[in-house]
C-alpha cells in the first residue's frame, strides 16, 4: 500500500514535470534592443487531457487555494523575482487554459549569468547576431539554466535518459503512463519562438524571417524530450 502511495506521488509529480515541456503550445515573444536589453512575452496553451489528469492526481500534491496550473506559473514568476537582470515579471489567466507569461531583461548575457549559465554553449551573442544551438552533449549547461530539468521525477522522461530511443518507442512509453490520449497530446506539443532583433535581418539558418527584422524558430516538444538531432537556429541583422 506505502509502495503504490509513493508511486501515485512520483506520478503526480512527473505529470507536473511533463506539463510544462510536452503538454503545450508555447509561443515565445523574444525583443532585442540594440543595448542588448529586451523583452520577453510567452503564451502558454495547456491540453484539456493534461489539466484532467493533473486533476485526477491533485489528491496526492501538497493543498493550495489555487489551481495546479496557477501555483505551477505562479512558481516560476517568483523565481524569476530573483533574477537580479529581471524586471517586472507578471503572469495571468486568459482562460480556457491559457496563460501570459511576460518580463524584462538587462540583457541575454546577464539573464543566462543570474540563472547559473555565464559559462556555456547554447547562446552565442554578437553585437549583430544571436545563435542557438542545443544538444546531448550541451544539455547539462541547459539543466543549470532551469534546475527544473535536473529533477529526478523528469530526468528519466528527458533526453540524457533516452538517448537514442526512437520516437514511437518513446510515446509507447508516454501511453503506459498517461493512457491512449497521452501520445497524442505529447506529440501536439509544440514551441514557437518569434526572436525580433534591432535591426534589419540579413542571414537566417534554421529559422525563417517572417518579416525585416523578425524571424520564426518551431519544433514539435518532443524532438527537445529526445535530443536525437540538436535544436538550433542563428540569425545576423546589420
Keep these: 500500500m506505502a509502495y503504490a502511495l509513493d508511486m501515485k506521488k512520483n506520478i503526480a509529480a512527473l505529470l507536473l514535470s511533463l506539463l510544462v515541456l510536452s503538454s503545450c503550445q508555447v509561443t515565445e515573444n523574444l525583443e532585442i534592443a540594440s ?18 489528469v493533473l486533476s485526477d492526481f491533485s489528491e496526492f500534491l501538497p493543498e493550495s487555494d489555487t489551481s495546479i496550473m496557477d501555483g505551477a506559473i505562479d512558481g516560476y514568476i517568483k523565481s524569476l523575482e530573483n533574477a537580479s537582470a529581471v524586471s517586472n515579471p507578471e503572469w495571468e489567466s486568459l482562460g480556457g487554459n491559457n496563460y501570459k507569461v511576460e518580463f524584462s ?30 544538444d546531448i552533449n550541451n544539455y547539462p549547461e541547459l539543466k543549470s539554466i532551469v534546475p527544473f530539468l535536473a529533477d529526478p521525477n523528469f530526468e528519466v522522461y528527458g533526453p540524457e535518459y533516452n538517448q537514442g530511443m526512437s520516437e514511437a518507442d ?22 514557437e519562438v518569434l526572436l525580433t532583433v534591432p535591426g534589419t535581418i540579413t542571414e537566417t539558418k534554421g529559422c525563417t524571417a517572417i ?17 536525437n538531432t540538436p535544436l538550433s537556429f542563428s540569425i545576423v541583422w546589420q
Design 35 to 52: 543595448d542588448g536589453a529586451g523583452n520577453s512575452v510567452t503564451e502558454i496553451h495547456v491540453e484539456d487531457f493534461f489539466i484532467t
Design 105 to 134: 531583461f538587462a540583457s541575454i548575457a546577464s539573464l543566462l549569468s543570474d540563472m547559473g549559465a555565464e559559462n556555456q554553449s547554447i547562446f552565442t551573442l554578437t553585437d549583430n547576431s544571436i545563435a542557438f544551438s542545443l
Design 170 to 191: 518513446y510515446l509507447d512509453m508516454i501511453y503506459f503512463l498517461l493512457g491512449e490520449e497521452g501520445p497524442e497530446a505529447v506529440t501536439n506539443g509544440t514551441v
Design 211 to 227: 518579416n525585416g527584422n523578425t524571424a520564426s524558430f518551431e519544433f514539435p516538444i518532443i524532438d527537445f524530450l529526445l535530443l
